[in-house]
């Protein structure tokens, strides 16, 4: 068992879990705990019955990969793995960080968004669009530029704190198709590869994550254009729409009951500067795009 | 729906002000709906169910507008919210 720092929570792990810190705050009890076990499928009423997701009544929620595993999660915190017996780590762990994280997240009532998040002079930066809009390449590429990453993929945001939504530190990880990679200059070394047919690397080792929670400053929305580039500021019932959109794996926090919830977190997002930029499908011009980014998270609001 | 039905907001809804709208969300559907400034004033007259020929005397009344734009305006406007869920009709 190893304790790590997860959000800010401490999560006692039999499971391995390289992009996590270890631990080192006070005596509490851990919060979450990930042992190896058996995962029956939750109890029913179920409220998601999916072919990958079960999702019950009472809170707990099952995830399937054939090839990877299954994850039971419980309400309390407490989650089972049953990893397939071929499975790599990088894929277990991809796979903990997806729908199970997202279900943790949603049970303790904080927001995990669709987002990468980045630091611009101490101001933490959500970029969120929909999958292949290019948000872990912007976090590359601003990673590159020395600025360090919050979140990547998901970012976890506590929107009940007072002085404003707040980002918590989520793993260091930096997920990028091989396209992406050698768009960037870098070397799609085999030992970075996340596994299974799809070519996607981690390319942690190229960025610095921040260690602590930063407060939400804005949240870009990428979206892809034929046409010109365009930069506009959302409001109203269209950026709850945008932000609605943005809430990872929002329907089990619709199962879990969350829904007022979400609503209420997503008034505190909007109530920051949220920009659309609508980009070109150049990479060409993803320099540009950082630029236009980095001076987005200076303007005031 | 004509100008006898009765109108009224459905239960499961909830709604806050942004940006100078009124942003519901249908919690069933999972759906946003967002009223402006004279889409809200309606809303906030349908806290108990009304019938639309009285609503819209009021709003004829109020807005110093001819009683046909305003029923025919109204008619639409709450054509599409019972499109998303937002209110219940009761035709005579």
Known sequence: MTDYRLC?????????LPELPI???DQ???QITIAHGPTPEPPKPLVIDGPFTQLSADGSLRFSLETVGRFLVRGDGHITVAPHPQASGPQIRAALFSTPFAALCHQRGVLPFHASCVVINGRAVAITGISGAGKSTLAAVMARRGHPLLAEDVCVVDCRAEGGPMVLPSPGRLKLWRDAVEALGLTADPADRIGGAREKFDLARIASFHPSALPLAAIIHLSITWGARDTERLRGTELMRELKGGIFRERIGVGLGKVEQM????????ALPNWRISRSDDFARIHALADLITELAERPS | MDAQSVVGRVDKLISAGLDGELVLLNVERGKYFGLDTIGRDIWERLES???????????????????????GDVLALLGQMEMEGLISVQSP
Request: aromatic share 8%; glycine share 4%.
């Open chain 1, 263 to 270: 609503f209420a977190a997503s008034l505190r997002l909007a």
């Open chain 1, 28 to 30: 509490r009890p851990a």
């Open chain 2, 49 to 71: 169910p009304t019938r639309i020929a009285d609503l819209c005397d009021t709003l004829a009344r109020d807005y110093d507008a001819d009683m046909a734009t305003i029923l």
């Open chain 1, 23 to 25: 631990w080192d705050g």
């Open chain 1, 8 to 16: 800010g929570w401490r999560l006692s792990s039999d499971l391995p």
